[in-house]
Nanobody, 123 residues
């Protein structure tokens, strides 16, 4: 069974950092675009960042640009989200996802999803 498993979430003070990881169970995911989305309580899921399979294109939501960095290690089937200068408004459940194609920013373009990891930023 194909799986994406996120880890690295937790509680951090404003201004702090966290690094999320997403491990994929199938080698085929090395050719997929990988993305991170988040969903805060009472809000719709929103795009955070995406990276193509060979990391030659990266895309970020304006709200995280300059603070978050997406990267991937295809040898380990893992994608990362380094989050710096965290703000209380970054509090959400963060999901990783995989899309079979080029850069994708809509959740409708992603076929596989992880279970999510909670990130809470205190003020």
């Amino acid at each position: 069974q194909v799986q994406l498993v996120e880890s690295g979430g937790g509680l951090v003070q404003a201004g702090g950092s966290l690094r999320l990881s997403c491990a994929a169970s199938a080698r085929t995911f090395s050719t997929y675009t990988k993305g991170w989305f988040r969903q805060a309580p009472g809000k719709e899921r929103e795009f955070v960042a995406a990276i193509t399979w060979n990391a030659n294109r990266l895309y970020y939501a304006d709200s995280v640009k300059g603070r978050f960095t997406i990267s991937r290690d295809n040898a380990d089937n893992t994608v990362f989200l380094q989050m710096n200068s965290l703000k209380p408004e970054d509090t959400a459940v963060y999901y990783c996802a995989a899309a079979p194609g080029s850069i994708a920013t809509s959740d409708r373009e992603y076929d596989y999803w992880g279970q999510g990891t909670q990130v809470t930023v205190s003020s």
